[in-house]
């Protein structure tokens, strides 16, 4: 194996461990944000813990913004608008980036 093709499979192997870690920082962060609407719906325990995995799932698996849109729908019986929800996501996934570092 040439330095050339040794150097290309470090730069991928750290491409894929930086993709790796961004998804579970992110993920971190939506369980948090979850748990943060579950408790605004008076919800605890095992049902906030399922509503948060259904917001990680609902990331993961649909549109771009299926998460906060959820959020939104979720929250608007609430008194919760999309700015406090924005605001509580940015909060919330710094913590997630700052505690992975």
């Known amino acids: 194996m040439t330095s050339f093709e040794r150097r290309e499979e470090a730069f991928e192997a750290?491409?894929?461990?930086?993709?790796?870690?961004?998804?579970k920082e992110r993920a971190r962060g939506l369980r948090m944000?979850?748990?943060?609407?579950a408790g605004k719906r008076g919800q605890t325990g095992t049902i906030a813990e399922d509503y948060a995995s259904a917001l990680i799932d609902a990331d993961i698996s649909a549109a771009p913004d299926a998460a906060f849109n959820k959020l939104v729908l979720d929250l608007a019986g609430y008194g919760?608008?999309?700015?406090?929800?924005?605001?509580?996501?940015d909060e919330l996934f710094a913590i997630a980036q700052h505690n992975s570092a």
Do not use: C
Not at 81 to 89: A, E, L, V
């Open 14 to 23: 750290k491409f894929a461990y930086e993709e790796e870690r961004a998804l």
């Open 33 to 37: 944000l979850g748990l943060w609407a």
């Open 80 to 89: 919760v608008d999309g700015t406090q929800i924005r605001q509580k996501r």
